[in-house]
C-alpha cells in the first residue's frame, strides 16, 4: 500500500511544481511560500481535527517533537529555495534538480540511519544523479 501514497506524492508534487511556476509569476518567492504554508497549515489540521487524531498530541516524547521541528525547519528552507529557483528557473530543471533529494536521502540515510546500501541503491542513485545532469545541461 505503502508505493500508492508514494505515487500520488509524486502525482501530486508534479503538480506543485506546475502550479507554483504559475502562481509565483509577478510574486515575491517568499511570499508565494508564505501563502503556500498556511493553505498547508489549515489542510493539514483540517486533516488531523475531522479524523480526531489531535489526541496524539499528548502522547509527544521531547525526542519527537525535537525532530519534528528540525524537520519542518528542514521542510520550510527547502519551499523557500524551491520557490526562488522556481520563480528564477525553468520548471523542467528545477524539479529535477529538486529530485536529487532522493539521491542524497539515500547516502543520508546510510550514514544517519544506518540503512544498508544495495547495490540496486547505488546504481539507482547514480542514474538518478545522471538523468538530473542531462536534464539541466
Do not use: C
Request: net charge positive; aromatic share 10%; hydrophobic share 65%.
Amino acid at each position: 500500500m505503502w508505493w500508492i501514497y508514494a505515487l500520488l506524492s509524486a502525482f501530486f508534487a508534479s503538480l506543485t511544481a506546475i502550479f507554483a511556476k504559475i502562481g509565483i509569476a509577478n510574486v515575491n518567492s517568499n511570499l508565494a511560500t508564505a501563502i503556500r504554508t498556511v493553505v498547508i497549515l489549515v489542510v493539514a489540521w483540517g486533516i488531523v481535527f475531522s479524523r480526531s487524531e489531535q489526541k496524539g498530541l499528548a502522547t509527544l516524547s521531547k525526542h519527537n517533537l525535537l525532530f519534528l521541528v528540525i524537520s519542518g525547519i528542514a521542510t520550510g528552507l527547502s519551499w523557500v529555495f524551491y520557490f526562488k529557483a522556481m520563480q528564477v528557473g525553468k520548471v523542467s530543471q528545477v524539479a529535477p534538480v529538486d529530485k536529487l533529494s532522493v539521491a542524497l536521502t539515500i547516502i543520508l540515510s546510510v550514514v544517519f540511519l544506518k540503512e544498508v546500501l544495495t547495490v540496486k541503491m547505488v546504481i539507482g542513485a547514480l542514474l538518478i544523479i545522471a538523468g538530473t545532469i542531462v536534464l539541466i545541461v
